[in-house]
């Protein structure tokens, strides 16, 4: 059984830093494409970034309104994916989820009916 756990969320000033972590256990990441969603109060959940791989050629893509801004990176030792948040802005405030789905090549999924493990969130708060 696959499960991801996200950590690493909390309250920041605008402008400040967060790297939020997705570890998995039941599988490697290796041929997973990882993604982060997040979601705000009131609003659907949307598309971060997202890392995929196939051996050893990984590629990344982001949402246009993070991009420039966060990185996403892995650990393969710690099978373990980050999300690396800077400058954040008082609208980056969400539940971030970290989610997966084993396809074993690199492919660019954007939509969260496209994955089928997802974490429990994590809070991300970035006051003004």
């Known amino acids: 059984q696959v499960q991801l756990v996200e950590s690493g969320g909390g309250l920041v000033q605008a402008g400040g830093s967060l790297r939020l972590s997705c570890a998995a256990s039941?599988?490697?990441?290796?041929?997973?494409?990882v993604g982060w969603f997040r979601q705000a109060p009131g609003k659907e959940r949307e598309f971060v970034g997202a890392?995929?791989?196939?051996?050893?050629?990984?590629?990344?893509y982001y949402a246009d309104s993070v991009k420039g801004r966060f990185t996403i990176s892995r650990d393969n030792a710690k099978n373990t994916v980050y999300l690396q948040m800077n400058s954040l802005k008082p609208e980056d405030t969400a539940v971030y989820y970290c989610?997966?789905?084993?396809?074993?090549?690199?492919?660019?999924?954007?939509?969260?009916?496209?994955?089928?493990?997802w974490g429990q969130g994590t809070q991300v708060t970035v006051s003004s």
């Open positions: 989610t997966g789905r084993d396809t074993r090549t690199i492919q660019r999924l954007t939509q969260a009916i496209q994955y089928d493990k």
């Open positions: 890392i995929s791989w196939s051996g050893w050629s990984s590629t990344t």
């Open positions: 039941g599988a490697t990441f290796s041929s997973y494409t």
